[in-house]
């Protein structure tokens, strides 16, 4: 895999972090800060489809209506409630 150099500003305590963290991982700060960012990456890249998916969903009508949401939180807090007696 090829690689491509970036720079990136931090602030202060955040630069320190990422120092104490190299140094006790015994790795380079480049690694973590790229590990950081493909975690990040993830994520967002995660939740951002599933948004675009819930409002497919939404547009073709396929929403559930606040009283049977409800209905649904009442009866498993209930639930959980049973369960720590």
């Known amino acids: ?6 720079t990136v500003r ?3 305590q955040l630069k320190i972090r990422l120092d104490k963290l190299a140094e ?4 380079s ?3 973590l800060a790229a590990e950081a960012i493909s ?3 993830e ?4 939740q951002t489809e599933e948004i675009n ?3 497919l969903e939404a547009d073709s009508g396929k929403l559930t209506n606040h009283d049977t ?13 049973d369960e720590r007696r």
């Not at 006790?24 to 790795?27: E, Q, S």
């Not at 994520?43 to 995660?46: A, K, L, M, R, S």
């Open 69 to 81: 949401i409800a209905k649904r939180w009442k009866k498993k807090h209930a639930h959980s409630v």
């Open 43 to 46: 994520i967002q890249e995660w």
């Open 10 to 12: 931090l602030d202060d």
């Open 53 to 55: 998916a819930a409002i």
């Open 1 to 6: 895999m090829t690689s491509a150099t970036m």
């Open 39 to 41: 975690k990040y990456l």
């Open 24 to 27: 006790a991982t015994h790795r």
């Open 29 to 31: 700060k480049s690694f």
